[in-house]
Protein backbone atom coordinates (compact mmCIF):
# COMPACT_ATOMS: atom_id res chain seq x y z
CA UNK A 1 0.00 0.00 0.00
CA UNK A 2 1.29 3.27 -0.70
CA UNK A 3 0.07 6.74 1.21
CA UNK A 4 0.41 10.08 1.76
CA UNK A 5 0.00 11.94 4.94
CA UNK A 6 -0.55 15.96 5.29
CA UNK A 7 2.23 15.92 2.48
CA UNK A 8 3.64 19.65 1.58
CA UNK A 9 5.51 20.74 -0.86
CA UNK A 10 7.54 24.47 -1.56
CA UNK A 11 9.20 25.59 -4.40
CA UNK A 12 11.49 28.57 -4.30
CA UNK A 13 9.62 31.72 -6.89
CA UNK A 14 10.79 34.83 -7.66
CA UNK A 15 8.81 36.10 -5.16
CA UNK A 16 9.01 34.10 -2.10
CA UNK A 17 8.15 29.92 -1.68
CA UNK A 18 5.38 29.13 -3.37
CA UNK A 19 3.41 25.81 -2.19
CA UNK A 20 2.61 23.12 -4.59
CA UNK A 21 1.66 20.79 -2.29
CA UNK A 22 -1.03 21.64 0.76
CA UNK A 23 -1.18 18.73 3.08
CA UNK A 24 -2.47 16.48 0.91
CA UNK A 25 -3.43 12.53 2.28
CA UNK A 26 -4.36 9.81 0.53
CA UNK A 27 -3.98 6.14 -0.11
CA UNK A 28 -3.70 3.67 -2.99
CA UNK A 29 -3.92 -0.09 -1.96
CA UNK A 30 -2.86 -2.79 -4.01
CA UNK A 31 -4.75 -3.58 -6.97
CA UNK A 32 -5.74 0.71 -7.00
CA UNK A 33 -5.39 2.52 -10.34
CA UNK A 34 -5.60 6.00 -8.88
CA UNK A 35 -5.52 8.89 -11.66
CA UNK A 36 -4.76 12.30 -10.62
CA UNK A 37 -5.54 14.93 -12.70
CA UNK A 38 -4.71 18.48 -12.98
CA UNK A 39 -3.49 21.24 -15.45
CA UNK A 40 -0.04 21.95 -16.30
CA UNK A 41 1.91 23.18 -13.74
CA UNK A 42 -0.68 22.21 -10.35
CA UNK A 43 1.78 20.19 -9.18
CA UNK A 44 1.36 16.68 -10.72
CA UNK A 45 4.89 15.31 -11.30
CA UNK A 46 5.82 17.14 -8.04
CA UNK A 47 3.67 14.81 -5.99
CA UNK A 48 4.47 11.60 -8.55
CA UNK A 49 8.10 12.55 -7.70
CA UNK A 50 7.87 12.68 -3.84
CA UNK A 51 5.39 9.72 -3.78
CA UNK A 52 8.55 7.88 -5.46
CA UNK A 53 10.88 8.63 -2.78
CA UNK A 54 12.46 11.41 -5.41
CA UNK A 55 11.98 14.85 -4.06
CA UNK A 56 11.67 15.17 0.00
CA UNK A 57 8.58 17.15 1.04
CA UNK A 58 8.51 19.68 2.99
CA UNK A 59 6.45 18.10 5.70
CA UNK A 60 4.35 14.98 5.93
CA UNK A 61 5.79 11.63 5.15
CA UNK A 62 4.94 8.92 2.15
CA UNK A 63 4.85 5.20 3.52
CA UNK A 64 4.69 2.75 1.08
CA UNK A 65 3.99 -0.66 3.06
CA UNK A 66 4.37 0.58 6.35
CA UNK A 67 7.98 1.99 5.85
CA UNK A 68 8.44 5.99 6.20
CA UNK A 69 10.16 6.46 2.85
CA UNK A 70 11.76 9.51 3.87
CA UNK A 71 13.05 8.09 7.02
CA UNK A 72 15.23 6.51 5.10
CA UNK A 73 18.73 7.04 4.18
CA UNK A 74 19.54 8.20 0.01
CA UNK A 75 21.31 5.33 -0.22
CA UNK A 76 18.51 3.09 1.38
CA UNK A 77 15.50 4.96 -0.40
CA UNK A 78 17.41 4.31 -3.74
CA UNK A 79 17.01 0.89 -3.10
CA UNK A 80 13.59 0.59 -1.93
CA UNK A 81 13.03 2.76 -5.31
CA UNK A 82 14.78 0.52 -7.44
CA UNK A 83 13.30 -2.81 -5.74
CA UNK A 84 9.39 -1.77 -5.32
CA UNK A 85 8.84 0.72 -7.23
CA UNK A 86 8.63 1.54 -11.30
CA UNK A 87 8.64 5.06 -12.55
CA UNK A 88 7.13 5.49 -16.37
CA UNK A 89 7.92 9.08 -17.56
CA UNK A 90 5.79 11.54 -20.49
CA UNK A 91 9.09 11.64 -21.96
CA UNK A 92 9.92 8.48 -21.81
CA UNK A 93 13.19 8.43 -20.65
CA UNK A 94 15.05 6.05 -21.98
CA UNK A 95 19.02 5.53 -22.54
CA UNK A 96 19.45 6.61 -26.27
CA UNK A 97 22.96 4.67 -26.75
CA UNK A 98 20.78 1.54 -25.50
CA UNK A 99 18.49 -0.83 -27.49
CA UNK A 100 15.09 -1.65 -26.27
CA UNK A 101 15.96 -4.78 -25.12
CA UNK A 102 19.74 -3.35 -22.85
CA UNK A 103 16.96 0.06 -21.85
CA UNK A 104 14.63 -2.90 -20.30
CA UNK A 105 16.85 -4.66 -18.59
CA UNK A 106 19.00 -1.48 -17.60
CA UNK A 107 15.84 -1.16 -14.90
CA UNK A 108 18.08 -3.59 -12.69
CA UNK A 109 21.35 -3.18 -11.22
CA UNK A 110 23.93 -5.50 -11.20
CA UNK A 111 24.31 -8.70 -13.35
CA UNK A 112 21.59 -10.23 -15.23
CA UNK A 113 20.31 -13.84 -15.04
CA UNK A 114 18.99 -15.72 -17.52
CA UNK A 115 15.81 -15.80 -16.00
CA UNK A 116 15.52 -11.89 -16.06
CA UNK A 117 16.45 -11.74 -19.85
CA UNK A 118 13.66 -14.58 -20.88
CA UNK A 119 11.07 -12.27 -18.45
CA UNK A 120 12.23 -9.43 -20.22
CA UNK A 121 11.57 -10.99 -23.74
CA UNK A 122 8.73 -11.99 -22.87
CA UNK A 123 7.88 -8.53 -21.64
CA UNK A 124 8.85 -7.56 -25.51
CA UNK A 125 7.07 -9.95 -27.16
CA UNK A 126 3.71 -9.02 -24.81
CA UNK A 127 4.27 -5.27 -25.36
CA UNK A 128 4.80 -5.87 -29.20
CA UNK A 129 8.23 -5.05 -29.16
CA UNK A 130 9.85 -8.22 -30.14
CA UNK A 131 10.82 -6.78 -33.61
CA UNK A 132 12.77 -3.96 -32.06
CA UNK A 133 14.53 -5.68 -29.33
CA UNK A 134 17.64 -4.10 -30.65
CA UNK A 135 16.90 -1.20 -31.87
CA UNK A 136 17.85 2.08 -30.57
CA UNK A 137 14.90 4.44 -28.76
CA UNK A 138 15.91 7.35 -31.81
CA UNK A 139 14.20 4.28 -34.19
CA UNK A 140 11.45 3.96 -32.37
CA UNK A 141 7.76 5.34 -32.52
CA UNK A 142 6.54 7.48 -29.43
CA UNK A 143 4.34 4.46 -28.85
CA UNK A 144 7.13 2.05 -29.24
CA UNK A 145 9.10 4.43 -26.88
CA UNK A 146 6.96 4.61 -24.10
CA UNK A 147 6.16 0.81 -24.03
CA UNK A 148 9.26 0.20 -23.80
CA UNK A 149 9.80 2.38 -20.71
CA UNK A 150 6.81 0.14 -19.85
CA UNK A 151 7.99 -2.91 -20.21
CA UNK A 152 11.22 -1.48 -18.00
CA UNK A 153 9.35 -0.74 -14.83
CA UNK A 154 7.03 -4.18 -15.29
CA UNK A 155 10.71 -6.16 -15.68
CA UNK A 156 11.06 -6.00 -11.91
CA UNK A 157 7.71 -6.39 -11.10
CA UNK A 158 7.19 -3.17 -8.65
CA UNK A 159 4.79 -3.10 -5.65
CA UNK A 160 4.01 0.36 -7.32
CA UNK A 161 4.15 2.06 -10.96
CA UNK A 162 4.31 5.77 -10.88
CA UNK A 163 3.07 7.03 -14.49
CA UNK A 164 3.81 10.24 -15.56
CA UNK A 165 1.41 11.67 -18.57
CA UNK A 166 2.20 8.58 -19.47
CA UNK A 167 -0.02 8.77 -23.03
CA UNK A 168 1.03 12.45 -22.78
CA UNK A 169 2.92 11.97 -25.93
CA UNK A 170 1.09 9.77 -27.78
CA UNK A 171 -1.75 9.39 -29.94
CA UNK A 172 -5.08 8.43 -28.81
CA UNK A 173 -4.48 4.88 -30.29
CA UNK A 174 -1.41 4.30 -28.55
CA UNK A 175 -2.06 5.92 -25.23
CA UNK A 176 -4.90 3.57 -24.93
CA UNK A 177 -2.47 0.44 -25.29
CA UNK A 178 -0.35 1.55 -22.18
CA UNK A 179 -3.45 2.12 -20.08
CA UNK A 180 -4.74 -1.18 -21.19
CA UNK A 181 -0.99 -2.32 -19.90
CA UNK A 182 -1.04 -0.20 -17.11
CA UNK A 183 -4.63 -1.43 -16.00
CA UNK A 184 -3.04 -5.41 -16.91
CA UNK A 185 -0.40 -4.71 -14.25
CA UNK A 186 -3.38 -3.56 -11.75
CA UNK A 187 -5.45 -6.28 -12.23
CA UNK A 188 -2.35 -8.79 -11.33
CA UNK A 189 -2.12 -6.75 -7.80
CA UNK A 190 -0.17 -3.69 -8.87
CA UNK A 191 -0.31 -0.47 -7.16
CA UNK A 192 -0.73 2.40 -10.14
CA UNK A 193 -0.81 6.25 -9.57
CA UNK A 194 -0.63 8.28 -12.25
CA UNK A 195 -0.58 11.59 -13.13
CA UNK A 196 -2.23 13.15 -16.16
CA UNK A 197 -3.94 16.50 -17.50
CA UNK A 198 -6.21 14.43 -19.98
CA UNK A 199 -8.76 12.40 -19.71
CA UNK A 200 -8.35 9.96 -22.60
CA UNK A 201 -7.73 6.02 -22.26
CA UNK A 202 -8.30 6.22 -18.56
CA UNK A 203 -9.96 3.11 -17.04
CA UNK A 204 -13.22 2.88 -16.26
CA UNK A 205 -12.33 1.21 -12.91
CA UNK A 206 -9.37 3.93 -12.05
CA UNK A 207 -10.36 5.90 -8.84
CA UNK A 208 -9.98 9.50 -10.00
CA UNK A 209 -8.86 12.60 -8.03
CA UNK A 210 -8.00 16.19 -8.88
CA UNK A 211 -5.47 18.63 -7.82
CA UNK A 212 -6.17 21.83 -8.21
CA UNK A 213 -4.07 24.97 -6.18
CA UNK A 214 -2.30 22.09 -4.03
CA UNK A 215 -5.40 20.00 -3.00
CA UNK A 216 -6.87 16.74 -4.01
CA UNK A 217 -10.23 16.51 -4.73
CA UNK A 218 -11.92 13.51 -5.19
CA UNK A 219 -13.45 13.30 -8.86
CA UNK A 220 -15.07 9.99 -8.93
CA UNK A 221 -14.71 6.71 -7.67
CA UNK A 222 -15.10 3.39 -9.62
CA UNK A 223 -18.15 1.47 -9.60
CA UNK A 224 -16.63 -1.86 -11.17
CA UNK A 225 -13.86 -3.06 -9.02
CA UNK A 226 -12.86 -6.59 -9.87
CA UNK B 1 24.57 -4.18 -17.58
CA UNK B 2 27.81 -2.70 -15.53
CA UNK B 3 29.08 0.75 -15.42
CA UNK B 4 32.20 -0.22 -18.20
CA UNK B 5 29.78 -1.55 -20.51
CA UNK B 6 27.55 1.13 -20.06
CA UNK B 7 30.56 3.77 -20.48
CA UNK B 8 31.39 2.04 -23.79
CA UNK B 9 27.99 2.09 -25.06
CA UNK B 10 27.99 5.88 -24.36
CA UNK B 11 31.17 6.57 -26.59
CA UNK B 12 29.96 5.16 -29.26
CA UNK B 13 26.91 6.66 -28.86
CA UNK B 14 28.86 10.64 -28.44
CA UNK B 15 31.71 9.35 -30.69
CA UNK B 16 31.67 13.19 -31.69
CA UNK B 17 32.38 14.46 -28.39
CA UNK B 18 34.21 11.30 -26.89
CA UNK B 19 36.66 11.80 -30.36
CA UNK B 20 37.23 16.01 -29.12
CA UNK B 21 37.97 14.73 -25.65
CA UNK B 22 40.01 11.71 -26.92
CA UNK B 23 41.92 14.46 -29.59
CA UNK B 24 42.29 17.20 -26.55
CA UNK B 25 44.06 14.38 -24.52
CA UNK B 26 46.22 12.67 -27.31
CA UNK B 27 47.62 15.87 -28.55
CA UNK B 28 48.41 16.89 -25.18
CA UNK B 29 50.43 13.55 -24.69
CA UNK B 30 51.93 13.65 -28.16
CA UNK B 31 52.95 16.91 -27.19
CA UNK B 32 54.41 16.32 -24.26
CA UNK B 33 56.21 13.15 -25.28
CA UNK B 34 57.63 14.99 -27.87
CA UNK B 35 58.96 17.42 -25.75
CA UNK B 36 60.46 15.41 -23.54
CA UNK B 37 61.95 13.09 -26.15
CA UNK B 38 63.24 16.94 -27.70
CA UNK B 39 64.06 18.04 -24.23
CA UNK B 40 65.97 14.52 -23.46
CA UNK B 41 68.08 15.16 -27.21
CA UNK B 42 68.45 18.72 -26.36
CA UNK B 43 70.08 18.38 -23.08
CA UNK B 44 72.24 15.49 -25.03
CA UNK B 45 72.87 18.28 -27.95
CA UNK B 46 73.90 21.12 -25.64
CA UNK B 47 76.21 18.57 -23.74
CA UNK B 48 77.79 17.78 -27.24
CA UNK B 49 78.03 21.59 -28.26
CA UNK B 50 79.61 22.30 -24.79
CA UNK B 51 82.22 19.52 -25.26
CA UNK B 52 82.95 21.31 -28.52
CA UNK B 53 82.96 24.28 -26.99
CA UNK B 54 85.03 23.32 -23.91
CA UNK B 55 85.10 23.87 -20.37
CA UNK B 56 84.73 27.21 -19.51
CA UNK B 57 86.65 27.52 -15.96
CA UNK B 58 90.57 26.75 -15.88
CA UNK B 59 91.81 26.01 -12.70
CA UNK B 60 95.78 25.94 -12.48
CA UNK B 61 98.29 26.65 -10.25
CA UNK B 62 98.66 30.13 -8.58
CA UNK B 63 102.25 30.17 -9.51
CA UNK B 64 100.82 30.42 -12.87
CA UNK B 65 102.37 33.14 -15.22
CA UNK B 66 98.71 34.16 -17.42
CA UNK B 67 101.29 35.81 -20.31
CA UNK B 68 102.34 31.91 -20.74
CA UNK B 69 98.79 30.97 -20.45
CA UNK B 70 97.39 32.75 -22.62
CA UNK B 71 100.19 32.06 -25.44
CA UNK B 72 101.21 28.75 -24.96
CA UNK B 73 97.44 27.48 -24.05
CA UNK B 74 98.66 25.53 -20.88
CA UNK B 75 100.10 26.07 -17.43
CA UNK B 76 103.90 25.52 -17.35
CA UNK B 77 103.19 24.99 -13.56
CA UNK B 78 101.87 21.38 -11.95
CA UNK B 79 99.18 21.35 -9.35
CA UNK B 80 99.20 17.45 -7.41
CA UNK B 81 96.12 15.00 -8.94
CA UNK B 82 95.28 14.72 -5.33
CA UNK B 83 93.84 18.85 -5.88
CA UNK B 84 90.72 17.71 -7.71
CA UNK B 85 89.64 15.19 -5.03
CA UNK B 86 90.70 17.98 -2.71
CA UNK B 87 88.34 19.94 -4.34
CA UNK B 88 85.69 18.13 -5.01
CA UNK B 89 85.40 17.02 -1.14
CA UNK B 90 84.85 20.64 0.08
CA UNK B 91 81.20 21.32 1.13
CA UNK B 92 79.21 22.90 -1.60
CA UNK B 93 81.62 22.88 -3.98
CA UNK B 94 79.56 22.00 -6.98
CA UNK B 95 77.31 24.69 -6.30
CA UNK B 96 80.13 26.89 -8.23
CA UNK B 97 81.56 23.86 -10.26
CA UNK B 98 80.63 21.26 -12.09
CA UNK B 99 82.47 18.93 -13.91
CA UNK B 100 85.70 18.79 -12.42
CA UNK B 101 88.06 16.97 -15.21
CA UNK B 102 92.43 17.03 -14.41
CA UNK B 103 93.97 17.32 -17.32
CA UNK B 104 97.87 17.29 -18.14
CA UNK B 105 98.78 19.25 -21.19
CA UNK B 106 102.22 20.08 -22.96
CA UNK B 107 103.73 20.83 -26.10
CA UNK B 108 106.12 18.21 -27.44
CA UNK B 109 107.32 17.49 -30.79
CA UNK B 110 106.55 13.79 -32.63
CA UNK B 111 108.78 13.18 -35.97
CA UNK B 112 109.81 15.90 -36.09
CA UNK B 113 106.19 17.80 -36.08
CA UNK B 114 104.82 19.96 -33.22
CA UNK B 115 102.24 18.51 -31.88
CA UNK B 116 100.11 19.25 -28.27
CA UNK B 117 99.60 16.54 -25.68
CA UNK B 118 96.30 16.64 -23.60
CA UNK B 119 96.01 14.14 -20.68
CA UNK B 120 91.97 13.71 -19.52
CA UNK B 121 91.11 12.32 -15.81
CA UNK B 122 88.07 11.46 -15.26
CA UNK B 123 85.33 14.08 -14.51
CA UNK B 124 84.13 14.34 -10.77
CA UNK B 125 80.92 15.27 -11.16
CA UNK B 126 79.67 15.63 -7.86
CA UNK B 127 78.26 13.61 -5.09
CA UNK B 128 75.27 11.60 -6.32
CA UNK B 129 75.10 12.97 -9.57
CA UNK B 130 74.47 10.93 -12.74
CA UNK B 131 75.60 13.59 -15.19
CA UNK B 132 77.64 11.48 -18.06
CA UNK B 133 81.51 12.89 -17.77
CA UNK B 134 81.84 15.87 -20.30
CA UNK B 135 84.88 15.64 -22.73
CA UNK B 136 86.13 11.87 -23.98
CA UNK B 137 86.99 8.99 -22.02
CA UNK B 138 90.30 7.36 -23.29
CA UNK B 139 91.24 3.87 -22.04
CA UNK B 140 94.93 3.66 -21.55
CA UNK B 141 97.00 2.76 -24.25
CA UNK B 142 94.19 4.34 -26.57
CA UNK B 143 94.58 8.09 -28.11
CA UNK B 144 92.84 10.49 -30.32
CA UNK B 145 94.41 12.37 -32.79
CA UNK B 146 93.52 15.94 -33.96
CA UNK B 147 92.72 15.46 -37.82
CA UNK B 148 95.74 17.52 -39.17
CA UNK B 149 97.96 15.68 -37.21
CA UNK B 150 96.79 12.20 -38.30
CA UNK B 151 97.31 13.17 -41.59
CA UNK B 152 101.12 14.09 -41.49
CA UNK B 153 101.43 10.96 -39.28
CA UNK B 154 99.88 8.97 -41.49
CA UNK B 155 97.66 7.47 -38.99
CA UNK B 156 94.11 6.08 -38.80
CA UNK B 157 91.97 5.20 -36.73
CA UNK B 158 92.45 1.34 -35.48
CA UNK B 159 96.17 1.74 -36.52
CA UNK B 160 99.00 2.20 -34.09
CA UNK B 161 101.45 5.73 -33.20
CA UNK B 162 104.56 5.01 -31.34
CA UNK B 163 105.49 7.72 -28.24
CA UNK B 164 108.57 7.29 -26.39
CA UNK B 165 108.83 4.23 -27.59
CA UNK B 166 105.35 2.82 -26.49
CA UNK B 167 102.80 1.89 -29.14
CA UNK B 168 99.68 3.23 -28.95
CA UNK B 169 96.32 2.34 -30.68
CA UNK B 170 94.53 5.14 -32.83
CA UNK B 171 91.11 5.04 -30.95
CA UNK B 172 89.41 7.91 -33.29
CA UNK B 173 90.80 10.96 -35.76
CA UNK B 174 88.91 13.80 -34.86
CA UNK B 175 87.25 15.90 -36.98
CA UNK B 176 88.75 18.99 -38.61
CA UNK B 177 87.99 21.84 -36.06
CA UNK B 178 90.50 24.40 -37.00
CA UNK B 179 91.74 25.22 -33.59
CA UNK B 180 94.92 24.13 -31.97
CA UNK B 181 92.84 20.86 -31.32
CA UNK B 182 94.27 19.38 -34.81
CA UNK B 183 97.32 19.11 -33.93
CA UNK B 184 96.65 17.77 -30.58
CA UNK B 185 96.96 14.23 -29.25
CA UNK B 186 94.00 13.37 -26.52
CA UNK B 187 95.48 10.50 -24.29
CA UNK B 188 94.05 9.33 -20.90
CA UNK B 189 95.61 11.32 -17.94
CA UNK B 190 98.09 8.37 -16.43
CA UNK B 191 99.02 7.49 -20.01
CA UNK B 192 100.20 11.32 -20.10
CA UNK B 193 101.48 11.32 -16.97
CA UNK B 194 104.02 8.77 -18.12
CA UNK B 195 104.90 9.89 -21.10
CA UNK B 196 106.03 13.56 -19.67
CA UNK B 197 107.46 11.90 -16.72
CA UNK B 198 105.05 13.89 -14.92
CA UNK B 199 103.50 11.40 -12.66
CA UNK B 200 100.34 12.39 -10.05
CA UNK B 201 100.72 15.46 -11.59
CA UNK B 202 97.96 17.89 -13.74
CA UNK B 203 98.26 21.06 -15.49
CA UNK B 204 95.09 22.52 -15.00
CA UNK B 205 91.13 21.13 -13.72
CA UNK B 206 89.19 22.46 -16.30
CA UNK B 207 85.59 22.68 -15.15
CA UNK B 208 82.32 24.10 -15.89
CA UNK B 209 80.74 26.63 -14.13
CA UNK B 210 77.14 26.83 -12.29
CA UNK B 211 75.39 29.40 -14.62
CA UNK B 212 73.48 29.98 -11.83
CA UNK B 213 74.92 33.39 -11.29
CA UNK B 214 74.05 36.52 -13.37
CA UNK B 215 76.32 39.30 -14.40
CA UNK B 216 75.84 41.33 -11.72
CA UNK B 217 76.06 39.35 -9.30
CA UNK B 218 80.32 39.12 -10.46
CA UNK B 219 80.41 35.39 -11.07
CA UNK B 220 84.23 35.38 -11.81
CA UNK B 221 84.56 37.12 -8.36
CA UNK B 222 82.30 34.83 -6.11
CA UNK B 223 84.27 31.85 -8.05
CA UNK B 224 87.57 32.54 -7.43
CA UNK B 225 86.33 33.45 -3.73
CA UNK B 226 85.17 30.45 -3.72
CA UNK B 227 88.19 28.85 -4.87
CA UNK B 228 90.39 31.02 -2.69
CA UNK B 229 88.91 28.73 0.35
CA UNK B 230 88.65 25.56 -1.70
CA UNK B 231 92.33 25.14 -3.34
CA UNK B 232 94.11 28.23 -2.34
CA UNK B 233 96.98 26.62 -3.98
CA UNK B 234 95.13 27.27 -7.24
CA UNK B 235 93.65 30.33 -9.22
CA UNK B 236 90.80 30.59 -12.04
CA UNK B 237 90.34 31.95 -15.70
CA UNK B 238 86.90 32.33 -17.06
CA UNK B 239 86.79 31.72 -20.47
CA UNK B 240 83.61 34.39 -20.62
CA UNK B 241 82.69 33.57 -24.33
CA UNK B 242 82.00 29.67 -23.74
CA UNK B 243 80.48 30.39 -20.44
CA UNK B 244 77.56 32.87 -21.81
CA UNK B 245 77.32 30.13 -24.81
CA UNK B 246 76.83 27.62 -22.30
CA UNK B 247 74.62 29.77 -20.15
CA UNK B 248 72.24 30.50 -23.13
CA UNK B 249 72.00 27.26 -24.27
CA UNK B 250 70.89 26.05 -20.71
CA UNK B 251 68.07 28.91 -20.34
CA UNK B 252 66.36 28.17 -23.54
CA UNK B 253 66.02 25.02 -23.02
CA UNK B 254 64.80 25.62 -19.52
CA UNK B 255 62.84 28.21 -20.73
CA UNK B 256 60.66 26.02 -23.13
CA UNK B 257 59.99 22.73 -20.83
CA UNK B 258 59.37 25.24 -18.09
CA UNK B 259 56.40 27.07 -20.66
CA UNK B 260 55.31 24.00 -22.41
CA UNK B 261 54.62 21.60 -19.95
CA UNK B 262 52.02 23.45 -17.72
CA UNK B 263 50.72 25.24 -20.37
CA UNK B 264 50.07 21.80 -22.33
CA UNK B 265 49.04 20.57 -19.25
CA UNK B 266 46.14 23.05 -18.25
CA UNK B 267 44.59 23.41 -22.05
CA UNK B 268 44.19 19.76 -21.84
CA UNK B 269 42.57 20.03 -18.39
CA UNK B 270 40.18 22.91 -19.28
CA UNK B 271 39.61 21.02 -22.58
CA UNK B 272 38.92 18.12 -21.05
CA UNK B 273 36.90 19.49 -18.09
CA UNK B 274 34.04 21.55 -20.78
CA UNK B 275 34.05 18.60 -22.69
CA UNK B 276 32.91 16.86 -19.82
CA UNK B 277 30.89 19.50 -18.81
CA UNK B 278 29.12 19.35 -21.89
CA UNK B 279 28.68 15.61 -21.75
CA UNK B 280 26.72 16.33 -18.14
CA UNK B 281 24.40 18.38 -19.27
CA UNK B 282 23.65 16.54 -22.50
CA UNK B 283 22.79 13.91 -20.54
CA UNK B 284 21.31 15.12 -17.23
CA UNK B 285 17.88 13.44 -18.63
CA UNK B 286 19.34 10.08 -18.32
CA UNK B 287 21.24 10.96 -14.98
CA UNK B 288 17.84 11.55 -13.41
CA UNK B 289 16.73 8.37 -15.27
CA UNK B 290 19.35 7.03 -13.17
CA UNK B 291 18.63 8.16 -9.97
CA UNK B 292 14.92 7.11 -10.83
CA UNK B 293 16.22 3.54 -11.33
CA UNK B 294 17.63 3.35 -8.24
CA UNK B 295 21.15 4.40 -8.70
CA UNK B 296 22.77 5.83 -6.07
CA UNK B 297 25.75 8.58 -6.09
CA UNK B 298 28.87 5.99 -6.52
CA UNK B 299 27.53 4.48 -9.77
CA UNK B 300 26.74 7.57 -11.40
CA UNK B 301 30.47 9.46 -10.13
CA UNK B 302 31.52 6.02 -11.54
CA UNK B 303 29.65 6.84 -15.31
CA UNK B 304 31.71 10.34 -15.49
CA UNK B 305 35.02 10.01 -14.06
CA UNK B 306 34.97 6.22 -15.79
CA UNK B 307 34.77 7.69 -19.18
CA UNK B 308 37.17 10.23 -18.38
CA UNK B 309 39.66 7.39 -17.27
CA UNK B 310 39.33 5.40 -20.38
CA UNK B 311 39.74 8.12 -22.43
CA UNK B 312 42.34 9.33 -20.39
CA UNK B 313 44.27 5.60 -21.13
CA UNK B 314 43.46 5.59 -24.53
CA UNK B 315 44.84 9.22 -25.58
CA UNK B 316 47.83 8.46 -23.35
CA UNK B 317 48.99 5.18 -26.02
CA UNK B 318 47.66 7.17 -28.66
CA UNK B 319 49.73 10.38 -27.62
CA UNK B 320 52.61 8.83 -26.68
CA UNK B 321 53.07 7.15 -30.01
CA UNK B 322 52.47 10.15 -31.95
CA UNK B 323 54.82 12.10 -29.51
CA UNK B 324 57.30 9.20 -30.25
CA UNK B 325 56.96 8.91 -34.26
CA UNK B 326 56.82 12.69 -34.40
CA UNK B 327 60.24 13.18 -32.29
CA UNK B 328 61.52 9.93 -34.60
CA UNK B 329 60.74 11.99 -37.43
CA UNK B 330 61.45 14.87 -36.91
CA UNK B 331 64.11 14.66 -34.84
CA UNK B 332 67.19 14.27 -36.66
CA UNK B 333 66.34 17.22 -38.54
CA UNK B 334 66.53 19.42 -35.28
CA UNK B 335 68.93 17.11 -33.50
CA UNK B 336 71.64 16.50 -36.09
CA UNK B 337 74.49 16.03 -33.42
CA UNK B 338 72.30 13.60 -31.24
CA UNK B 339 69.88 12.02 -33.13
CA UNK B 340 71.16 8.68 -33.29
CA UNK B 341 69.78 8.86 -29.68
CA UNK B 342 66.35 9.68 -29.73
CA UNK B 343 64.19 5.95 -29.04
CA UNK B 344 61.01 5.52 -27.99
CA UNK B 345 60.90 5.96 -23.86
CA UNK B 346 58.81 3.05 -22.31
CA UNK B 347 59.52 4.98 -19.04
CA UNK B 348 57.58 7.86 -20.79
CA UNK B 349 54.56 5.09 -21.59
CA UNK B 350 53.96 4.23 -18.22
CA UNK B 351 54.29 7.58 -16.39
CA UNK B 352 51.81 8.72 -19.28
CA UNK B 353 49.33 6.06 -18.68
CA UNK B 354 49.06 6.52 -15.19
CA UNK B 355 49.30 10.49 -14.93
CA UNK B 356 46.59 11.42 -18.43
CA UNK B 357 43.78 9.33 -16.66
CA UNK B 358 44.12 10.80 -13.76
CA UNK B 359 44.42 14.40 -15.59
CA UNK B 360 40.93 13.40 -17.14
CA UNK B 361 39.64 11.95 -13.90
CA UNK B 362 40.97 15.57 -12.03
CA UNK B 363 39.11 17.61 -14.74
CA UNK B 364 36.29 15.95 -14.84
CA UNK B 365 35.66 16.21 -11.11
CA UNK B 366 33.94 18.97 -11.15
CA UNK B 367 31.38 18.03 -13.51
CA UNK B 368 31.46 14.94 -12.31
CA UNK B 369 30.07 16.04 -8.84
CA UNK B 370 27.64 18.40 -10.46
CA UNK B 371 26.04 14.75 -12.25
CA UNK B 372 25.99 13.25 -8.51
CA UNK B 373 24.63 16.85 -7.10
CA UNK B 374 22.32 17.23 -9.95
CA UNK B 375 18.25 17.41 -8.07
CA UNK B 376 16.53 13.91 -10.50
CA UNK B 377 13.60 16.60 -10.18
CA UNK B 378 14.03 19.14 -11.97
CA UNK B 379 14.91 16.99 -15.01
CA UNK B 380 12.16 14.59 -14.64
CA UNK B 381 9.52 17.03 -13.73
CA UNK B 382 7.28 17.65 -16.95
CA UNK B 383 4.96 19.79 -15.99
Known sequence: ???????????????GPVRVLRELSFEAARGDMVVIRGPSGAGKTTLLLTLGGMLRPNSGSVMLDGQDLYSLSAADRARLR?????????????VPYLSVHENILAGLPGSVDGTLRRRASGLLEELGLASR?????????????????????????????LADEPAGNLDPANGAVVFQHL?????????????????????????RLRLENGVLLEESVSAQRP | MNVLQLIGRELGHRRLQAGLTLLGLTIAVALLTAVHLATGAAERETRRVMRDLGFNLRIVSRDTDPAFFWREGHSDRTLPESAVRTLAAQHGVFITFNHLTPTLERRLVIQGRDALITGLGASVIGPGEKKQPMGFVIPNGSLYLGATLARVLGAERGGTVTLSNRTFR???????????????????LSDAQSLLQLPGQISE??????????????????????????????????VRHLAEARARQRRMSEHFTQFAVPLTLGAAALWTGLLMMLNVRERRAEIGLWRALGWGSPPIA????????????????????????????WGPGLFPVTSGALAPDLG?????LVATPALAAAASFLPAMMAVAQDPADTLRAD
Open chain 1, 1 to 15: MLSCRQLSRDYRGPQ
Open chain 1, 82 to 94: NRRIGFVFQLFHL
Open chain 1, 133 to 161: ENHRPAALSAGERQRTALARALLKEPSVM
Open chain 1, 183 to 207: EDYRRKGGTVIVVTHGTESIPATAR
Open chain 2, 170 to 188: VERVLTESGTEDDIRIFTS
Open chain 2, 205 to 238: IKAVDCLCLTPDQDPLGQIRKALASALPEATVFQ
Open chain 2, 302 to 329: ALFLGRAVLLGAAAAILGWALGTGAALH
Open chain 2, 348 to 352: FLRLA
